[in-house]
């Protein structure tokens, strides 16, 4: 029971003490103030900040999308060479990306590159999930499968990670509104001294306390009070200061020096009685180094608004500085991430519409880009030709030199083709030896001229281009037809072209024929 009492006692006597604040007291109370309204700012502008987990999900999205696109015609084409080719190439040079596969509506994998079984965790409900991202593959309006991708786990893993986060631009944002917190309390805690007598103990306690570094001027711009924090900014700055005029420190005038204009911001203050703030500061040091700060200052006015001083802050800034710089590093270096993303996706679409071993574009890509030109010509009422050519006795070559003689010889060709063409001319290895070429602008006795001499080339020429063996004289066989002819679309006119083709092949082959509607 006497312990109790002794307990009432105390509590007591510190409440007692609480009512009885002095001004060192009212100041600490004001500072804690300060420092728990910033923290509340914090926690809702937190809250109102995207997270970067979430631009990094979507973005991989996007990426696993693009890819589903680029190798869906590959799995529709039962090309699984190339598919191949393509997921290597993603797990090689993906970055993040430690494993992705092409797995069947019924669980069996077609495709995988990576140790996909160690690294692909199947996200729940068939969601995507940040680390394991899941798209489905349609065949026409049934689901076929999915493409599988394993990233590595998101977030910071560096110093530079963490530097982009936005809890780090938070604390910059909340450095800002502290000093203007600060700085507004302590102009309105300045209106009760007297900067002309002598400052009491306490106070200088109490401004020491503080991280800024703080000067009190009187109206003669004469140093009256100088913290902890100020004399740190310079070794001189130790040095017996009462008294002094701000403007005779050497260190100090040197930095003002190099204002524009130069000059003191506070004689601007003393004169004009206005407040001048953000201006910046560099005070060299005697290693060679600086110290990056903003310097504010505001007049201090007695109760009835005569001028008594001026107050001046210095808010070191070099870390923060150090900081941006490093912020503008990592910046730089996620554009050139994101610019090496976008090199891939272009290497994927090349490699999406290109053969790849004539570099003609394929079948998918012929229909992409010739299905615009005739659309465009068909309303227009341009010309637009289509010319298809097949290698004559293409057998022979396989079957008296081998299929390794018998690619080197569609090669040729193909080199012929897009050799003698046009830039503007679409040329598309139709399938095995035989390819499309598509002549935008360009009436049939032109593109009967251009296959005589596509003809005419690959006869010369194209033999010659095998340089490992000796064969036989290569030719091939031309079909040309005119949308002009009548052709509904791209197809049809296509079907034209290939008719042609086969009454060239008829007629002895190594020749030129044009398409001509069935009489009546």
Excluded at 6 to 20: E, N, P, Q, T, V
Excluded at 270 to 293: F, H, K, M, P
Excluded at 424 to 442: A, K, M
Excluded at 449 to 464: P, T
Aim: proline share 3%; aromatic share 4%.
């Amino acid at each position: 029971m006497p312990k109790c009492s002794g307990l009432r006692a105390d509590m007591s006597i510190s409440l007692a003490k609480l009512l009885r604040l002095g001004p060192v007291a009212r100041l600490s109370i004001g500072l804690v103030s300060v420092a728990l309204a910033l923290v509340l700012a914090a926690e809702l502008i937190l809250d109102a900040l995207p997270g970067q987990a979430s631009g990094e999900r979507q973005m991989r999205q996007r990426y696993a999308e693009n890819l589903a696109v680029t190798i869906a015609p590959l799995i529709e084409a039962d090309n699984e060479a190339l598919l191949g080719r393509i997921l290597q190439q993603v797990v090689t040079r993906g970055g993040d990306i430690l494993s992705t596969a092409v797995r069947r509506s019924d669980g069996t994998l077609l495709a995988e590159r990576g140790d996909h079984a160690l690294h692909w965790i199947a996200p729940e409900a068939g969601r995507s999930t940040d680390n394991h991202v899941r798209v489905p593959l349609n065949a026409g309006r049934t689901h076929w499968g999915d493409l599988e991708i394993s990233f590595a786990p998101a977030g910071p893993r560096s110093v530079a990670d963490w530097l982009r986060q936005p809890t780090v631009l938070v604390v910059v944002l909340l450095a800002t509104l502290g000093l203007l917190l600060f700085y507004a309390y302590l102009r309105r805690a300045l209106q009760y001294l007297d900067p002309s007598a002598v400052v009491p103990d306490r106070v200088r306690k109490a401004y020491d306390a503080l991280g800024d570094g703080l000067l009190v001027l009187d109206q003669d711009g004469r140093i009256v009070l100088a913290n902890r924090a100020f004399r740190k900014l310079h070794r001189d700055a130790d040095n017996e200061l009462q008294g002094r005029k701000a403007s005779e420190l050497e260190w100090l005038d040197a930095a003002m020096s190099k204002r524009d204009p130069p000059g003191a911001p506070w004689d601007e203050v003393l004169r004009e009685q206005g407040a001048v703030a953000d201006e910046r500061l560099s005070i060299s040091q005697a290693d060679g180094g600086s110290i990056e700060t903003v310097v504010g200052c505001s007049p201090i006015m007695d109760g009835s608004g005569r001028l008594r001083g001026c107050m001046v802050t210095f808010d070191d800034v070099s870390e923060l500085q150090r900081t941006n710089e490093q912020l503008h590093q990592t910046m730089s270096e996620l554009e050139a991430s994101r610019s090496q993303i976008r090199a891939q996706n272009d290497e994927l679409r090349l490699l999406a519409t290109r053969d790849p071993m004539t570099g003609c574009v394929n079948r998918r890509a012929l229909f992409e880009n010739a299905g615009d030109l005739f659309e465009h010509a068909a309303k227009q009422g341009g010309d637009l030709c289509c010319v298809m050519t097949d290698i004559d006795y293409f057998k022979r070559f396989n079957d008296k030199y081998g299929h390794a003689v018998g690619d080197q010889v569609i090669q040729a060709v193909a080199r012929t083709l897009l050799r003698v063409t046009r830039g503007s001319d679409v040329v598309c290895r139709y399938g095995g030896e035989e390819f499309c070429v598509i002549l935008p602008n360009t009436s049939s006795e032109q593109a009967m001229q251009i296959a005589e001499k596509l003809r005419a080339s690959i006869e010369e020429s194209a033999s010659a281009a095998l340089r490992t063996i000796r064969v036989e004289r290569i030719t091939s066989s031309f079909g040309v037809a005119s949308i002009v002819q009548g052709a509904a679309d791209l197809e049809e006119l296509i079907v034209q072209a290939d008719n042609a083709l086969y009454k060239a092949k008829e007629d002895g082959r190594n020749r030129v024929s044009l398409w001509q509607a069935p009489a009546g």
